[in-house]
């Protein structure tokens, strides 16, 4: 496991959960994300925008550690990341979702959420081939978990539907519950919207303001939806050809020109994007 940085314990004392500094990463000639840097502090929802490809899905997969930064540091809790195999980030409770659904389509709503706990079983061989009283116990409190996820996000009519037969949006929903089930503090968020119709979007934010206050879980989010954003975002990180362009709340970088120019371009979107940013913010910056 990774050595704490001086600059990483700073923040870990000063409520900042995750840091990036001058983060880049290369792929041949193309320069993804070009020194971007930016603080998740404890708590809030902060997100991640800009037009496709921009850079924002990378700095995702940096911090999952699927990439490794050309240049810069990723900490996280006071850790550095970089020194983290892959596999050991959801045991450090970071946990993702991804655009393109990543389910097990043959199991069902339950055995999905269950897999979710799997970073927190305890118990060995000899413990799980002869299903001792230790394993039992962990089986319990593995079911206690998942079930406190599906009241949460209202999944309880699906809990034994098998995953291939049911709706998209639910499913986006069971690929959330199967997150919360590590019980992550980061939980990054690609595009949870995409795809969803108006009321499972409205129902999205509803979750995303319940998965903070209830269960105290910071988030770090990709979003195109600029509603969604304003909805539940405390601050916002545009980005444009892999660089920073604007950070602060909602309002303040929806109306940033450069923003309106990179991310929107029409008249039409333009005049959008005023409205969206006029009506009532539901994040606190």
């Known amino acids: 496991m990774s050595v704490p940085s001086a600059h990483a314990n700073a923040n870990a004392d ?29 708590g809030e929802v902060f997100t991640l925008i800009g037009p496709n490809g921009a850079g924002k899905t990378t700095v995702f997969n940096l911090i999952s550690r699927l990439y490794t930064p050309t240049t810069g540091s990723i900490t996280y809790d006071g850790r550095l990341l970089a020194t983290c195999a892959p596999h050991e980030i959801a045991a450090l409770g970071i946990a993702r979702t991804f655009q393109n659904i990543e ?9 999905n959420l269950l897999i979710g706990r799997h970073t927190h079983r305890r118990t060995g061989l000899f413990s799980e081939l002869f299903f001792t009283a230790r394993t039992r116990a962990a089986e319990i409190a ?4 998942v079930e406190q996820v599906i009241d949460l996000l209202d999944l309880q009519h699906h809990r034994d539907s098998v995953v291939a037969g049911l709706p998209y949006g639910v499913r986006k929903v069971v690929e959330l519950a199967r997150a919360l089930c590590t019980e ?40 195109h939806d600029m509603a969604l954003v304003s909805k539940v975002s405390d601050r916002v990180l545009a980005m ?4 920073v362009l604007a950070m602060g709340t909602p309002r ?10 990179a991310y929107l371009g029409s008249t039409d979107d333009v ?15």
Request: charged content about 25%; overall charge negative; glycine content about 8%.
């Open 14 to 42: 000063a409520g900042v959960l995750l840091s990036a500094r001058e983060l880049s990463v290369r792929f041949g000639g193309v320069l993804a994300v070009n020194k971007v840097s930016f603080d998740v502090k404890r």
């Open 103 to 111: 389910l097990f389509e043959n199991a069902s709503v339950l055995q």
């Open 142 to 145: 593995a079911r206690e978990k």
């Open 184 to 223: 992550p503090k980061l939980l990054l968020l690609d595009e949870p919207s995409s795809g969803l119709n108006v009321e499972e979007t409205d129902d999205m934010a509803f979750w995303i303001d319940d998965i903070r206050a209830e269960l105290g879980v910071t988030v770090l989010m990709v979003e």
């Open 240 to 243: 444009n050809q892999g660089e």
């Open 252 to 261: 303040e970088v929806q109306t940033h020109p450069g923003v309106i120019e």
């Open 271 to 285: 005049a959008s994007l005023r409205r969206t940013a006029a009506a009532p913010q539901g994040g606190t910056a």
